[in-house]
């Protein structure tokens, strides 16, 4: 095999990234409010008397995996945000989390590191409010590490979820490009 410029992949054509910023956004919404409603189910087989077998350990693979699930929301808001072709004020909402998920993420990404005092960003573990003071692997009501309420982001993405277009036809033919609203 050859190493010449030809063998370099091109990136997917403009209105192709159209298609899957916006299939893919989608699909991280549906995913985060589907996380939520997991951790939701967790959570309360935690708190039952006695509590369900299993439900610890479901809550916290499914809320790393709601912080999962948020960045990728985020990851494909720039993408479509940078391809231009979709209202951006739709995203600001979602964005005002932006700093939280992506700390949050990062932390129980790495939560190992930081209960052995080796996390590269020790002053992101501890936060503290008027409510209290918790490290970014914990949580309290529906707030993890005290800062990102799942709530709150399952309602900003089930809003975007509602003002995203269905679909978008990228363009073909001389066709331009469409959005299909709901």
């Not at 010449?4 to 159209?18: G, I, L, N, V």
């Not at 996380?35 to 439900?55: D, F, H, S, W, Y």
């Not at 089930?158 to 299909?180: F, H, I, M, N, W």
Request: one cysteine or more.
């Amino acid at each position: 095999m050859s190493d010449t410029k030809s063998d370099k992949p091109e990136p997917m054509p403009e209105e192709d990234q159209k298609f899957m910023a916006l299939a893919g956004l989608r699909t991280w919404c549906a995913a985060a409010i589907r996380q939520t409603e997991r951790i939701e189910e967790a959570r309360k087989g935690m708190l039952a008397n006695p509590p369900v077998a299993g439900a610890q350990g479901a809550f916290q693979a499914d809320r790393h995996l709601f912080l999962i699930s948020c960045w990728k929301v985020v990851e494909h808001i720039d993408w479509a945000k940078k391809l231009n072709f979709l209202d951006a004020t739709r995203f600001d909402e979602f964005l005002k989390m932006r700093e939280d998920i992506k700390v949050l993420r990062d932390l129980n990404e790495h939560v190992i590191e930081y209960f052995l005092a080796k996390g590269r960003y020790p002053e992101n573990w501890w936060f503290e409010t008027p409510e209290g003071k918790s490290d970014g692997s914990a949580t309290v009501n529906t707030k993890i590490g005290l800062r990102l309420d799942w709530i709150r982001v399952r309602d900003a993405a089930t809003k975007l979820l509602q003002v995203l277009p269905k679909s978008y036809l990228p363009a073909r033919d001389g066709r331009p490009g469409e959005l299909e609203c709901h």
